[in-house]
C-alpha cells in the first residue's frame, strides 16, 4: 500500500497573522487523515514556530522552504537545518527550481543540503524538473536524472530511504498549465529507475516521487492514481484551505 505525501509550499505568501488564519482554516476543512496520507505546510521562515505551535494537535507537520548547509556562522540572512530542528520542523524543501533559477542553487549545493537535512533528521523534499526548452529538446529525462544523481551523491543506502522527490515540470509551475498524466507517470518511473540503478529496486520502491506543477483539486485524483506518483507538492492550492483539503482528500480516496 502507498503512503503518499501531500505537501503545501506556500513560497513567499503568509506572514505569521495570514497563517494563523489560513491554518484556523485548514483545521476546520481538513478531512481525517489516515494514516495512509501524510500532510504537509511549508510556510515562510517567520511563520514556522508559530505554524507548529499551531498544529501541534493535529496529523499535519511543517517544514521549510530552505535552509544554509553549514550549522552556524557568518551567514548573514541565513537560516540553518539546527534552527529549523529546532523550531519544530520535520521536512525542509530543498532545490526548487525557483532557488536555482533565481538564487544560483546548485545540483552540488542541493547534494550538501540533502546531506545535512538527513544528519538533522529533517526530512528533505529534493526538487527536480526541467524547463520547456529542455523537454522540447528532449534532454528533460538525462536532465532530472543528472539532477536526481547529483542529489543523491554520497548518501548511503539507508539515508535515502528518507529523502523524498518532487518532480516539478518548470513549464507546469504556476502556470495552470499541468503535465498530463501520462507525462508524470513516465516522468517519476523514470526518475524509481535512476534510484533503482544508483541503489536497488527495494529501495526505489521506498522513496517517495511527488508530482508539483499545478495540482490543483480538478486534477489531482487522475495525477496520484498513476502507479508511480506518491503525493504532490503544491504551491498556489495549497494557499486555499478548501482546495488543499480537496487534494488531501483524493490521496485519501485513493490510498
Ligand atoms: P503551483 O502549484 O502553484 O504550480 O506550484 C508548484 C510548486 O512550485 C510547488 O513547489
Known amino acids: 500500500m502507498r503512503r503518499f505525501l501531500i505537501a503545501g509550499n506556500w513560497k513567499m505568501n503568509c506572514g505569521p497573522n495570514e497563517t494563523a488564519a489560513l491554518l484556523e482554516e485548514l483545521k476546520k476543512e481538513t478531512p481525517v487523515i489516515s494514516e495512509n496520507v501524510d500532510v504537509l505546510v511549508c510556510p515562510p521562515f517567520v511563520s514556522l514556530s508559530m505554524s507548529v505551535n499551531h498544529l501541534h494537535d493535529t496529523d499535519i507537520a511543517v517544514g521549510a522552504q530552505n535552509f544554509h548547509f553549514e550549522d552556524n556562522g557568518a551567514y548573514t540572512g541565513e537560516i540553518s537545518a539546527t534552527m529549523l530542528e529546532e523550531s519544530g520542523c520535520n521536512y525542509v524543501i530543498i532545490g526548487h527550481s525557483e532557488r536555482r533559477e533565481y538564487f544560483g542553487e546548485t545540483d552540488e549545493g542541493v547534494n550538501a543540503k540533502t546531506k545535512k537535512a538527513l544528519l538533522h533528521k529533517l526530512v528533505p523534499v529534493v526538487c527536480v524538473g526541467e524547463s520547456l526548452a529542455q523537454r522540447k529538446d528532449g534532454v528533460h529525462f538525462d536532465l532530472v536524472k543528472n539532477q ?16 523524498v522527490i518532487a518532480y516539478e515540470p518548470i513549464w507546469a509551475i504556476g502556470t495552470g498549465e499541468t503535465a498530463s498524466p501520462e507525462q508524470a507517470q513516465e516522468m517519476h ?20 516521487i511527488l508530482y508539483g506543477g499545478s495540482m490543483k483539486p480538478g486534477n489531482a485524483e487522475e495525477l496520484l492514481q498513476q502507479n508511480d506518483v506518491d503525493g504532490g507538492l503544491i504551491g498556489g492550492a495549497s494557499l ?7 487534494i488531501i482528500s483524493a490521496a485519501e480516496k485513493i490510498s
Open 148 to 163: 536526481v544523481t547529483a542529489a543523491l551523491e554520497g548518501i548511503s543506502s539507508d539515508d535515502v530511504l528518507d529523502v
Open 240 to 246: 486555499d484551505a478548501k482546495s488543499f483539503s480537496q
Open 189 to 208: 518511473a523514470h526518475i524509481r529507475n535512476t534510484i533503482e540503478s544508483l541503489y536497488d529496486s527495494e529501495t526505489a520502491d521506498v522513496i517517495r
